[in-house]
């Protein structure tokens, strides 16, 4: 529709108005995104150098696999972060405010101006281009088709799980400090393959919360890693987008389910 | 802003610790992802350690049951060092309800540390059920009732250590309210570079006498290696010491910052 | 044919009933029972288009579900509404290019941003043509006055500025109807003037139909010729202001300034509202007794200083009409002159 496309572009001059005003904070807090990031890397980089090995993944693999959920982490981040915020909506009344206009509330919700600048999305691509140099990955036609759709991917599956934790808010209220508790534990278990947790975790990683298709699938594929207790063929990596969509659609199927109730349908 | 010489009452900052205590315990949801996230966080560095260990050569002093024992019981350190004590103060200002705070007669400062402290004694509570659930997981080494004592001893000093840091930065809301983002900076740096995550003895060796002279290191690492026996009893008075050493001067770095923002308020009115 | 209709609406809102400390907590988890709120029940509107009403009520009356629905936010339980001829919440979105909404406790302007990026936003939102827009932004400047700060960060708005923003906000898209909650709030006599000197000017010139809900009566005084009165959800009151004032209006207040304290005051044919210390208020009824006979009788039993009538106004009517409830009164004999 018209209308959204229009109100995408104020959207998004807004947002880079804004951040150009704040300048000291948007140095504030890209500071803190290169060192949420940079932390996490230096750590992988430690406990590798006392232990070169994780399963047969040594520093580079862990370094790819790093790269490529961070940028589909990033595309989230970037494009649908206030979805993040929908629940303070709810809670001031403010969401009302957007039922009341002619425009899909969830719509307006993901385009509400603020701070954004696709600062860490830029650092993201930029680190995984090295990241991918370094691991010394075959970079084919294959690879450079599949990965952009895979982060896409990755990232609708980051965007699935947002929404859900902002949908409970219809019934919860305060969801904020689960949602700091899924994020955190999202980066930490990713940053590792998948094959040292136990049988049971990994089910969970990969069809509840489908992280491990974020990136750890699609590393093993592309650099051809064989671990002993695989239970799927590494060209399921290449599924990412596929399992993107669908939980986005589950996702979205709850958020229809949630704004009903709150306006009251069925009573 | 001079306080006319009166005895020293302590009710009243017992009353804030109470209070404080109480706030937190309304927050159960807050408590149950707190508890949860830990448990899950115990089982990750355990999976994580054991697939390491089980394909590289194990450090001597560190052996596997003794990294997850370190491991764990720097988490549960973490149920009350990570948190932020002083926040209220940063909500004050923010709110500007700290200028009727400054026309109280009780020392501000001393009210920050009852509130803070009455916060972190319910954290601490938390550590028993926590524990009790940890040990479904993963076995924890007991050490000998001498070393144990010492690591109360030295958690504490890194506790006061840990302090000192938050309050100083929460007083930078003094100048500028946008604090958030600094914070989290200094969350993240302090539970690498303290030894929270890796213990300080497996950093190499050219980063390892750069990091044990921070005070980072005098909140987990000190008191974490004394627990698993790689500090000796003959060490405990030079690393105690140490840890004595920066908690005197961050005290008088908050002193400091906090009587330079105590009169900013009051010269512009709060 | 009325711009807004409703029939019968009905709202029930159901919620678990919640059972006291730890058994209760675990047994709402094994077996739920469920309590019913009816909000508002029987409320029958119906507002010709260009109308001005004012829609008043206690808090927790059922005001604000009322609007919720007229707004396409609720759905009813029961009940038919229909706002310029579609149902709210069946097609919300056609019915929200037809409204414009101020609430005066939570602004719709963009907080962090320039006064001019929020009105820029809003015309993207409701797919304003762009020169409509600007016709529309330069006539509402101009009789709001908003050029001074079109560049100032909405927070740094003093609460006048910000009030008159946000109605130049409700009116951009030109909408048939607007709501608006408590508009007044908070502002000083002057700046309540010109916001109620706006909407009287909206209305006059564009036809805009105007549901104004306050609890300012000054507002409803100045503005609207009908008033809804609801409590506890249902409409006791839909009529005009000047059929309330009549049949209310027979009714006068004497206040009586008395020379001393006297111990005991009683006067037949009058009712005793208050008496504080020696002011004695007294309320009659004028078609029963005229003011100079009430007063005859009080002198003649009391040495007073001074003594004044009061006229009922609107406040007073309507806090009556909380506390008594409302009552048909019983055909008044025409009225002493």
């Known amino acids: 529709m018209n209308a959204m496309l229009d109100v995408y572009r104020v959207y998004w001059r807004i947002n880079i108005l804004t951040t150009l005003e704040y300048r000291a904070n948007f140095l504030m807090w890209f500071a803190f995104t290169f060192i949420y990031h940079g932390s996490a890397i230096f750590a992988l980089w430690i406990v590798l150098h006392s232990f070169p090995s994780m399963n047969g993944w040594d520093f580079k693999d862990m370094a790819f696999l790093y790269g490529l959920w961070m940028v589909g982490h990033a595309i989230n981040n970037t494009f649908f972060s206030a979805i993040g915020d929908i629940p303070e909506h709810i809670r001031d009344g403010e969401f009302d405010r957007l039922l009341v206009r002619p425009l899909d509330a969830l719509f307006q919700a993901i385009t509400m101006p603020g701070q954004i600048f696709p600062d860490e999305l830029l650092l993201a691509i930029t680190y995984f281009i090295g990241a991918a140099w370094l691991s010394g990955v075959h970079v084919d036609a294959l690879f450079i088709v599949m990965v952009p759709l895979i982060m896409l991917g990755g990232a609708l599956i980051d965007l699935a799980i947002s929404l859900i934790i902002s949908t409970a808010a219809f019934w919860f209220i305060r969801v904020d400090t689960l949602r700091w508790i899924v994020l955190e534990l999202e980066q930490e278990f990713t940053r590792y393959p998948i094959s040292i947790y136990s049988r049971g975790v990994r089910l969970i990683l990969s069809f509840v919360f489908p992280f491990a298709f974020m990136n750890y699938f699609p590393a093993t594929f592309f650099l051809h890693k064989t671990e002993a207790g695989l239970f799927l063929p590494p060209e399921v990596g290449l599924l990412t987008p596929i399992i993107g969509v669908v939980f986005v659609v589950v996702a979205y199927a709850f958020w229809r389910f949630g704004l009903n109730r709150y306006q009251g349908v069925g009573h | ?270 | ?337």
Request: charged share 20%.
């Open chain 2, 1 to 270: 802003m001079s306080l006319a010489r009166r005895s020293f009452r302590l009710a009243p900052y017992v009353e804030f610790a109470k209070k404080a205590i109480a706030r937190e315990a309304t927050y159960r949801f807050e408590v149950f992802t707190a508890i949860g996230s830990f448990v899950v966080r115990v089982y990750l560095l355990r999976m994580v350690w054991i697939a390491l260990y089980s394909r590289n050569a194990a450090p001597s002093e560190l052996p596997l049951h003794a990294i997850i024992t370190y491991s764990t019981v720097a988490l549960l350190m973490g149920l009350v060092l990570d948190i932020d004590q002083t926040r209220i103060l940063h909500d004050k200002l923010h709110d500007g309800s700290i200028a009727t705070d400054f026309m109280k007669p009780i020392s501000v400062p001393l009210y920050l540390f009852s509130d803070g402290t009455g916060e972190v004694l319910f954290h601490a509570a938390l550590i028993v059920p926590s524990l009790i659930l940890a040990l479904f997981l993963v076995h924890v080494d007991v050490p000998s009732a001498g070393v144990l004592l010492a690591f109360f001893v030295s958690f504490l000093l890194g506790y006061l250590v840990g302090f000192f840091i938050n309050f100083i930065l929460n007083c930078i809301a003094f100048w500028t309210l946008e604090i958030h983002a600094a914070q989290l900076i200094l969350t993240w740096v302090t539970d690498l570079l303290g030894g929270q995550i890796i213990p300080l003895v497996l950093f190499p060796l050219a980063f390892q006498k750069f990091i044990f002279a921070l005070p980072f290191a005098a909140m987990f690492s000190t008191p974490l290696l004394i627990y698993v026996g790689i500090i000796k009893p003959a060490r405990y008075l030079e690393v105690m010491g140490l840890q004595v050493m920066w908690l005197a001067i961050l005290a008088v770095i908050a002193t400091f910052i906090w009587r330079a923002g105590a009169k900013r308020v009051i010269v512009q009115g709060g």
């Open chain 3, 1 to 337: 044919m009325p711009i807004i209709e409703t029939r019968d609406l009905k709202k029930v809102f159901r919620s678990i009933k919640r059972e006291p400390g730890i058994g209760g907590a675990l047994s709402t988890l094994f077996s739920r029972t469920y309590e019913e709120k009816i909000a508002v029940e029987n409320v029958n509107l119906s507002l010709d288009a260009g109308e001005v009403i004012g829609y008043i009520g206690p808090n927790g009356a059922g005001k604000s579900t009322t609007i919720k629905m007229l707004t396409g936010i609720l759905v009813p339980s029961s009940g038919t509404i229909r706002v310029a001829g579609i149902v709210p919440h069946e097609r919300r979105r056609e019915n929200a290019h037809n409204i414009g909404v101020v609430f005066g406790q939570r602004s719709q302007l963009y907080w962090d941003l320039p006064l001019r990026e929020s009105f820029e936003l809003l015309r993207a939102i409701y797919g304003v043509p762009r020169d409509r827009y600007l016709q529309n932004l330069k006539h509402f400047s101009d009789i709001l006055d908003l050029e001074r700060f079109m560049a100032t960060p909405v927070r740094q708005l003093s609460l006048g500025e910000r009030m008159r923003g946000d109605f130049a906000a409700a009116m951009l898209h030109d909408p048939k109807i607007v709501y608006l909650d408590e508009p007044t709030i908070g502002l000083d006599v002057v700046a309540k003037e010109a916001i109620r000197g706006f909407i009287s000017e909206v209305n006059r010139d564009r036809g805009t139909t105007v549901i104004l809900t306050t609890h300012d009566l000054a507002d409803v005084e100045r503005l609207s010729r009908r008033i809804v009165l609801i409590d506890k959800g249902t409409v006791i009151y839909n009529g005009s202001l000047e059929r309330l004032r009549t049949e209310y209006g027979t009714h006068r207040t004497l206040v009586v300034n008395l020379s001393e304290p006297y111990p005991e005051f009683a006067i037949e044919g009058a009712e005793l509202e208050s008496r504080e210390q020696t002011t004695v208020r007294l309320r009659f009824d004028r078609a029963k007794m005229s003011a100079e006979a009430l007063i005859r009788r009080v002198t003649e039993r009391y040495s007073i200083t001074d003594v004044s009538i009061i006229e009922p106004d609107i406040e007073s009517i309507v806090r009556r009409i909380y506390l008594e409830g409302y009552h048909q009164p019983t055909p008044a004999a025409t009225s002493l002159t």
